[in-house]
């Protein structure tokens, strides 16, 4: 007896996209792109380890309110200044 979850066919489809979208764009393994800016968008690749830092992860919740998680590009769109975010990353890696 077989049972059908058309979700998960979908749902490889679409993880089959992103990292052949990931890989186009070379984003090492252990790090993912994000987009920050007001309005010039300028790409960064952060290690996936800052996913574990508080300070982080507000950002993504303000991310996730404007913007919600999906950006065409294939990256995160995160609404903070290209200083604020520069500033943010120097401190997460000290």
């Known amino acids: 007896m077989g049972f ?3 979700g998960i066919a979908i749902a490889k489809k679409s993880l089959a996209r992103s990292l052949s979208a990931s890989k186009s764009l070379d984003i090492p393994k252990g790090y993912f792109a994000v987009y920050v800016g007001k309005s010039q968008k300028k790409r960064f ?3 996936i380890s800052y996913l574990n830092e508080p300070l982080f992860l507000d950002l993504l919740s303000q991310a996730e309110e404007e913007f919600g998680y999906d950006h065409p590009m294939g ?3 995160i ?3 290209e ?3 520069i500033n943010l990353t120097l401190l997460l890696s000290e």
């Open 4 to 6: 059908r979850l058309p």
């Open 45 to 47: 690749v952060i290690p």
């Open 75 to 77: 990256g995160i769109t």
């Open 79 to 81: 609404p903070c200044s």
């Open 83 to 85: 200083d604020a975010f």
